[in-house]
């Protein structure tokens, strides 16, 4: 079983020394005995590490075993309280891990096998690394002796996955398993969160070892989460002078969990509010100072008032283009007071004025404990709610064609906006963010930086599996759907009540408006012949049905959210010409603003 | 590090401001492979770049020399969160002591060698290899120094050369 290799030199990745295997050996040769040394208890890193995911708080995984990975799949069959989930596509296993992680907020897990399962894992990851969801992903690799060589299933999974994880572990010495997998929960979590790829090869999983206690975890990686109390003493007061200020809030504050502070700010200042699409639940969406999403498909309200502010308190956010249009043209009169855990997102896109590296929820805390006095801004106020009532977010729903923003306000009155939604990426997703005004944390859950298509409905089943009491709705196009659907027999077989509803236009509908809007209604590929999802549902033993008029939508998604032991997926057949307004084209600003 | 892309000035020119990076990391594979993907993502080239381990072998220090810009900021920024790097420094403006040091084979005729050895010695560089054809210079000192050595060597023919890259460290008890 022991597998010893002439470079005893190696080192593991992330730079621990590894002991020279001959040592290890001698430990664990059958009957082997240490004369005058106490005789220590084995393990294979296999079970080390399945021992060290259930230490470490995990209690999920999705992945699908291979070759590389087997000794590690062995370790798994006698691990009873690890849930297991085995998905059909390792895409669907990273998308899953994020919406677990998300929707839980602990580290969600996936595992692949080496080559094509870690490369299929990618997507998942980049998702998450855009995101910043805290994810660990246990890749299979082939052994040590032909790391290199192009061995069947090798690939370089360290060097592919470098720039989309926050960081990557390859194990060279089972010994080292137990550290690895604590930091890597730890890295995971900690500071921004992000993905972390722990990269085992095959002999290494295999191999018995004497393991190494766990030290210090955070020894490498201490960020820093205290505010400066000067910077904070100093936003306080500009808050307080502030004439037209807005607070512009994002997915920081969910992952720091302080939407309970950021909401005292709110109520203390009577500032108002914007969140990004990422900061959706932030703060409760019907909370009188919220003007919903701001940027492209953003209100028109919030995008005015950005527009006009004279201070913003940007928070958990980075100032994405999607949020800013052109850069130079975005706030243009205002000063930034920015909080952010990570430092290198200060001053990134927008020079900050009042920069504040930090926890958001101790600093927001810190922050409301120093207004004394409201700034006054009545006049800001006014002006907010005339844009407000004179720009509101509006569709027209007739007798005939169902409008996809009726099928989402719908969805929003009979959950009470109280289901967790994970949605796809495309027209539907800024919809659904339009007109689902979020009340909690962690129920608005989207491939925000990444905007990768299959996200939607393979999130929403890692959700369910984080959540089973929740309703957790799948809020999917016709297009994404079709990217990861194979796994509704995954959803089935775990009995996962996933409410698949899509909004099906029969195109790629936001590259479909694009092209009419900015390449003459040239459709480029864009037309889908769908198949028909009711009936493939019921094939894979999920509930399935079709909504083709406007009055059959409330009864069906009803019906959807009786469904308690099965996924069901409703196919709402919506308007093909409908576009998602307002817009503000990409690269420009809020002059340029599309409304109807 | 392609020379021919990556972030240029509006008029095509290479980036005016040159940044001294200097960097403690771990000692381990693939730390030179995650700072120098950081670099290229953002678009930047690497001018000179060394290498070595420190009196405590598991550390090794860096110094990245760029071509940078006013964005370059965030390029120390994010070298910062790698786990590995334990320290970064961005030395550009700060006082330092600078060296680099380069082996130069320069050919030469029994009529011009008495000249390049000259040279060579009021630069105070030491002949490192006496050849029929050929001489093998080496010099050490600040990047400038170099460059004027090598200018002057130019006439005579460079037949091949070699820069370690720059290396640096704060003046006086400041410790990067």
């Known amino acids: 079983m022991t597998i010893t290799t002439s470079r005893t030199a190696r080192r593991t990745a992330d730079g621990g020394v590894a002991r020279p295997r001959a040592t290890r050996a001698r430990a664990d040769r059958p009957g082997g005995r240490l004369t005058g040394a106490r005789q220590e208890v084995t393990r294979s890193g296999a079970e ?21 990975s087997l000794p590690i799949y062995d370790a798994l069959y ?35 096998t080496s080559g094509p399962g870690a490369t299929n894992l990618v997507t998942g990851l980049t998702d998450a690394h855009m995101d910043s969801v805290p994810v660990v992903a246990v890749t299979g690799q082939v052994p040590t002796a032909v790391i290199g060589r192009d ?60 393991p190494r206690p766990v030290e210090d975890v955070a020894a490498r990686y201490r960020p820093h989460r205290e505010g400066n109390a000067a910077q904070i003493a100093a936003a306080a007061e500009a808050l307080q002078a502030a004439q037209r200020p807005i ?203 990444l905007g990768a298509m299959g996200f939607g409905f393979p999130a929403a089943m890692g959700a369910q599996m984080a959540c089973p009491q929740r309703t957790v709705v799948a809020l999917v196009g016709d297009g994404g759907f079709q990217m990861t659907l194979q796994d509704l027999i995954t959803a089935v077989e775990w009995r996962l009540p996933v409410k698949v509803v899509i909004i099906n236009n029969g195109s790629l509908g936001m590259v479909r408006q694009w092209q009419q809007l900015f390449y003459r209604r040239r459709y480029s590929h864009v037309m889908l012949q769908n198949p028909d999802f009711a009936r493939l549902a019921q094939v894979f033993g999920a509930a399935g049905r079709t909504v083709r008029r406007p009055d059959e939508v409330e009864e069906a998604v009803e019906w959807a959210l009786r469904v308690q032991d099965l996924p069901v997926v409703l196919d709402v057949l919506v308007d093909p010409e409908e576009n998602c307004l307002p817009m503000i084209p990409s690269g420009q600003s809020v002059k340029e603003m599309i409304l109807e | 590090m392609d020379g021919a892309r990556g972030r240029r000035q509006p008029d095509g020119q290479p980036l005016a401001t040159v940044r001294s990076i200097s960097l403690l990391v771990e000692n381990s594979p693939g730390v030179l492979a995650k700072i120098a993907g950081l670099i290229r993502r953002r678009g930047y080239n690497i001018h000179s770049l060394s290498v070595g381990v420190t009196d405590d072998r598991r550390v090794s220090r860096m110094l990245v020399v760029l071509e940078g810009d006013e964005q370059a900021e965030q390029v120390v920024k994010n ?98």
């Open chain 1, 247 to 449: 607070i512009y809030a994002g997915g920081g504050v969910i992952s720091a969990g302080a939407s309970e502070e950021l909401t005292r700010l709110v109520e203390r200042t009577g500032i108002p509010i914007t969140v990004t699409l990422m900061g959706k639940g932030a703060i409760d969406e019907h909370h009188p100072r919220c003007l919903g999403m701001l940027g492209m498909h953003g209100t028109a309200y919030a995008n005015y008032a950005i527009n006009e502010a004279d201070l913003i308190l940007a928070v958990g956010v980075r100032f994405d283009d999607r949020v800013t249009g052109r850069l130079q043209d975005f706030a243009p009169h205002a000063r930034f007071i920015h909080i952010d855990i990570d430092p290198a997102e200060i001053g990134k896109n927008k020079p900050a004025h009042i920069p504040i590296v930090g926890d958001a929820k101790l600093v927001l805390a810190a922050l409301v404990e120093r207004i004394t006095s409201p700034p006054q801004i009545e006049p800001w106020l006014r002006q907010i709610e005339e844009w407000r009532q004179r720009y509101p977010l509006r569709y027209r729903q007739g007798d005939e064609v169902i409008k996809p923003q009726f099928v989402c306000e719908t969805l929003a009155r009979l959950t009470g906006e109280r289901a967790i939604v994970v949605t796809d990426v495309g027209q539907h997703q800024m919809w659904a963010a339009q007109f689902y005004r979020c009340r909690e944390p962690r129920t608005f859950i989207s491939s925000g930086g």
């Open chain 1, 48 to 68: 080390l590490l399945v021992e060290a995911l259930r230490q470490a708080g995990a209690r999920v995984i999705f992945g699908i075993p291979g070759g590389a």
């Open chain 1, 78 to 112: 006698d691990a009873k309280e690890l849930q297991h989930v085995l998905v059909r596509h390792e895409q669907v296993a990273a998308h899953a891990a994020v919406g677990y992680a998300r929707a839980s907020g602990r580290v969600g897990v996936c595992m692949a």
């Open chain 1, 151 to 210: 061995a069947f299933q090798e690939a370089d999974v360290i060097g592919i996955t470098m720039p989309v994880t926050k960081h990557a572990y390859q194990v060279w010495d089972a010994a080292d398993i137990p550290r690895v997998i604590a930091e890597a929960f730890y890295v995971a979590a900690a500071g921004r969160p992000g993905p972390v790829l722990v990269d085992v090869p095959r002999d290494v999983a295999q191999s018995r070892v004497v």
């Open chain 2, 79 to 176: 070298l910062n969160k790698i786990l590995e790097v334990r320290r970064v420094h961005d030395l550009t403006g700060c006082d330092t002591v600078e060296r680099e040091l380069a082996l130069i084979k320069v050919s030469v005729t029994p009529g011009t060698r008495q000249e390049v050895l000259h040279v060579a010695q009021i630069f105070r560089a030491r002949v490192v290899d006496v050849g029929e054809h050929t001489v093998v210079v080496e010099v050490s000192g600040k990047p400038d120094k170099i460059d004027a050595l090598q200018a002057l060597l130019r006439r005579h023919g460079i037949r091949e050369m070699v820069r370690t890259g720059r290396v640096a460290l704060a003046r006086g008890s400041q410790t990067t």
